[in-house]
């Protein structure tokens, strides 16, 4: 295990016995020995800790993680048309722009459904 991973496993294992201490002191001491899920850790701030938990076992090396990094050509069934006709960076930008207009669809369709449900109360 290289240097790093073990800086991450030790981060990782600190957490969460912090967490577990956190754990024990809400449901034993502040709430009678009642758990209360709402505390239960996955929240985005319990994130770091699971993180910090796997890394060291995971290997990132060949596995391409952002679609967008210029080293790796896109492997996705659309987008690699794409780079093979136009290259690499017409690729990258036309994975962008789907994931903007993707976002900004569901933001549009979102705002519909709240508009809506407002109407009908």
């Not at 991973?5 to 201490?21: A, K, Q």
């Not at 899920?37 to 800790?49: A, G, V």
């Not at 391409?64 to 790796?72: D, E, G, K, S, T």
Request: aromatic residues 22%.
């Amino acid at each position: 295990m290289r240097k790093q991973n073990h800086f991450y496993l030790y981060c990782g294992i600190l957490i969460l016995l912090s967490e577990l201490w956190k754990q024990w002191c809400l449901t034993y001491i502040l709430n009678h020995r009642q758990y209360n899920w709402w505390y239960f850790p996955f929240q985005p701030c319990s994130i770091p800790m699971y993180l910090c938990l796997v890394i060291p076992w995971v290997h990132y090396d060949a596995i391409n993680m952002f679609y967008i990094r210029p080293h790796y050509y896109m492997n996705q069934i659309v987008f690699r048309d794409i780079v093979r006709l136009w290259g690499n960076e017409a690729g990258i930008l036309s994975y962008i722009a789907a994931t903007v207009f993707g976002g900004w669809l569901f933001h549009q369709s979102w705002k519909t459904a709240l508009k809506n449900r407002r109407n009908c109360s």
